[in-house]
């Protein structure tokens, strides 16, 4: 349950914005996250009047006389969903509530929000993003008519006025995001086979994410990174650790430090997060788009783009990703006939893993793929650690009328600078991030996948299939397929509401 306190310090000249600034602070349980808000609270240097939402207020380990005028709430977690479906786009009822009364009280100058550990960054951003006002209006009015729904009327009319006002964007800025990260775990959790659940008692049964996937969504969309316990691990791991992070957000600020301690002003009131920046900010996208290569192979980490103009052998592709990675063919995995061996089948893929001089090194691969069977769409590949997510994405641009592109003149000429040949831009376009890259790390891995690709009589036989009478027909007859179905769905490009992160 989320508390609130509120801790009254000297008040700071306030800005023209109006709207009440917060931080974000997401991070691993144990990372560091409540000492860094003891430090928020009790440090008289910032001179901001500072509330601060918390998951559990027990933790926090302060003498009450430290904080004058605090004040605790406590209430339980509600998620609203908004109209569209989108689990991304679900508001929690409580944060609404909680931003909006400390807003309007106007007591305090800064809010910061200890996100729940096992949180996605992205999901808490939204809840503040101008783009999604127009969506939080149009959910208000949903909730409101929406009588059937479990909350009293009285807080269903509440949560509804507050969306049909345009949401927190309309009275809250989103001014930084900041993912704390444990020196001491920080690299192993890239080579553990465990779940969120099995580290955390809270987390419902149905959650299945795991660690290595989370760690990944909290670095790579912050604005800075601290990394923490800097004094528990050596130099080589920190600048190991430092490296990682850098190609997973080249852009965040990094900052390490021992027992959360560094200058607060480096996450109050910086004015850096931007929402369009966080949601492409990511190492893989700007290595695909603006071919960024990080200065950090002197930390031994690297990263390198996989591209290539010829579809997947599908069944061949299967055999080398399967013994090496947990393949999760939907976000959310059926896991109805799967949870008595799904922990085994973990730990025995890491082991392959692990003893794998090709995939051993690999932390991180994301990107998208063509394969010899599904010529009309693309597919989208996620992998963290020892978890390897393959879904369907979107109908390949080739295979659309060109007025079912994005309008933006230069968006459209970078859509054309990736056509080449016959086949249009069909390609596949991995970027892998990980160890020892430099030292024969990538070279193995472009033999790896390059082995999967159609050789060249396997080619013409596709390209010969692709104009027969009825394709789909013919390349099934050529290739065994054992992937999972892809349904087709067609992105609106248009509505700014594209979580495809990239393409």
């Known amino acids: 349950m989320p508390?609130?306190?509120t801790a009254k310090m000297a008040p700071a000249p306030r800005s023209k914005e109006k709207r009440l600034p917060v931080t974000l602070l997401s991070g691993f349980l144990g990372s560091g996250k409540t000492t860094l808000l003891e430090k928020i609270l009790t440090d008289k240097n910032h001179g901001l009047r500072v509330g601060v939402i918390v998951?559990?207020?027990?933790?926090?380990?302060?003498?009450?006389?430290l904080i004058s005028n605090h004040d605790v709430t406590r209430k339980e977690e509600q998620v609203v969903a908004m109209q569209n479906g989108c689990i991304c786009c679900t508001l929690r009822g409580d944060l609404l509530e909680e931003v909006t009364r400390l807003a309007e009280d106007k007591k305090v100058d800064y809010l910061v929000i200890e996100s729940s550990g096992v949180s996605e960054p992205m999901q808490v951003a939204e809840t503040f993003s101008e783009e999604f006002a127009e969506m939080s209006i149009e959910a208000g009015h949903g909730l409101e008519k929406d009588e059937k729904n479990e909350m009293s009327k009285e807080q269903r009319m509440r949560l509804a006025e507050i969306l049909k006002a345009g949401g927190l964007s309309k009275i809250a800025r989103l001014?930084?995001?900041?993912?704390?990260?444990?020196?001491?775990?920080?690299?192993?959790d890239f080579a553990t086979a465990d779940f969120i659940k099995d580290r955390q008692a809270d987390v419902p049964e149905e959650d299945d994410r795991n660690i290595s996937d989370l760690q990944v969504d909290q670095v790579e969309f912050a604005d800075v990174v601290v990394i923490n316990k800097c004094d528990l691990v050596s130099k080589d791991v920190v600048n190991r650790i430092k490296g990682t992070v850098l190609n997973l957000n080249p852009g965040a600020k990094i900052i390490t430090s021992v027992r959360s301690s560094f200058d607060l002003k480096e996450i109050l009131d910086t004015h850096t997060f931007s929402y369009?920046?966080?949601?492409?900010?990511?190492?893989?996208?700007?290595?695909?788009?603006?071919?960024?290569?990080p200065e950090t192979e002197e930390y031994g980490i690297g990263t390198f783009v996989y591209r290539a103009?010829?579809?997947?052998?599908?069944r061949r592709l299967w055999k080398t990703i399967s013994k090496v990675f947990v393949v999760i063919q939907e976000r959310k995995m059926r896991m109805e006939n799967q949870k008595m061996n799904l922990k085994l089948d973990c730990e025995a893929r890491l082991a392959s893993k692990i003893a794998s001089p090709t995939f051993a090194p690999l932390l991180r691969s994301k990107g998208f793929m063509w394969l010899a069977t599904r010529p009309l769409m693309f597919g989208e590949w996620s992998q963290a650690g020892v978890m390897l997510t393959v879904t369907g994405g979107d109908i390949w641009r080739c295979e659309m009328d060109e007025s079912e592109w994005p309008k933006d003149p230069k968006v459209k000429e970078a859509i054309r600078r990736d056509f080449e040949?016959?086949?249009g831009d069909r390609r596949q376009e991995i970027v892998f991030i990980g160890q020892q890259m430099r030292q024969g790390g990538e070279k193995r891995l472009r033999k790896a996948f390059d082995a999967c690709l159609l050789t060249d009589a396997e080619f013409k036989d596709w390209e010969k299939a692709m104009i027969?009478?009825?394709?789909?027909?013919?390349?099934?007859?050529?290739?065994?397929?054992?992937?999972?179905?892809?349904?087709?769905?067609i992105h609106n490009h248009e509505d700014g509401h594209d979580h495809s992160n990239g393409h």
């Open 3 to 5: 508390s609130t306190v």
């Open 55 to 65: 998951n559990d207020v027990g933790a926090l380990n302060i003498d009450a006389a």
């Open 175 to 188: 001014d930084t995001c900041v993912t704390i990260v444990d020196a001491l775990n920080f690299m192993q």
């Open 276 to 293: 369009e920046k966080a949601a492409l900010s990511s190492g893989w996208l700007k290595s695909i788009n603006e071919e960024i290569t």
């Open 309 to 314: 103009r010829r579809p997947f052998h599908p």
């Open 421 to 423: 040949g016959k086949w």
């Open 468 to 489: 027969a009478n009825k394709p789909q027909k013919a390349l099934n007859r050529l290739f065994d397929d054992g992937f999972e179905e892809w349904a087709i769905e």
